[in-house]
């Protein structure tokens, strides 16, 4: 995922993050951030926010990381009162 992140390959990293909901590997916050921050890279702003808000299915709770990825990635894609709105 962190390869994919470095690469802004938004899509390879969603796909690394649901195989590992499907395998023994159990993805973790680092996982998700990861996979939010590729999607900011990748301008995928809506795709960012599917990550951050799917956290706490999985029992995570956003740390700042987490924050801060979603929010850069609606700012990447001009959606930036969608990043306010996070923090309400």
């Not at 951030?33 to 956290?55: I, P």
């Not at 801060?68 to 009162?81: L, Y």
């Given at each position: 995922?962190?390869?994919?992140?470095?690469?802004?390959?938004?899509?390879?990293?969603?796909?690394?993050?649901?195989?590992?909901?499907?395998?023994?590997?159990e993805?973790d916050?680092?996982?998700?951030?990861?996979?939010?921050?590729?999607?900011k890279?990748?301008?995928?702003?809506?795709?960012?926010?599917?990550?951050?808000?799917?956290?706490?299915?999985?029992?995570?709770?956003?740390?700042?990381?987490?924050?801060?990825?979603?929010?850069?990635?609606?700012?990447?894609?001009?959606?930036?009162?969608?990043?306010?709105?996070?923090?309400?």
């Amino acid at each position: 995922i962190s390869a994919c992140e470095k690469g802004a390959v938004w899509q390879g990293a969603l796909a690394l993050l649901a195989a590992m909901g499907r395998t023994a590997l159990e993805p973790d916050d680092i996982s998700f951030n990861s996979v939010m921050s590729a999607c900011k890279e990748a301008g995928e702003w809506q795709a960012a926010l599917v990550v951050f808000t799917s956290m706490d299915e999985f029992g995570f709770e956003p740390d700042y990381i987490s924050y801060s990825s979603a929010i850069g990635a609606c700012n990447t894609g001009a959606e930036w009162q969608r990043g306010l709105e996070l923090l309400v």
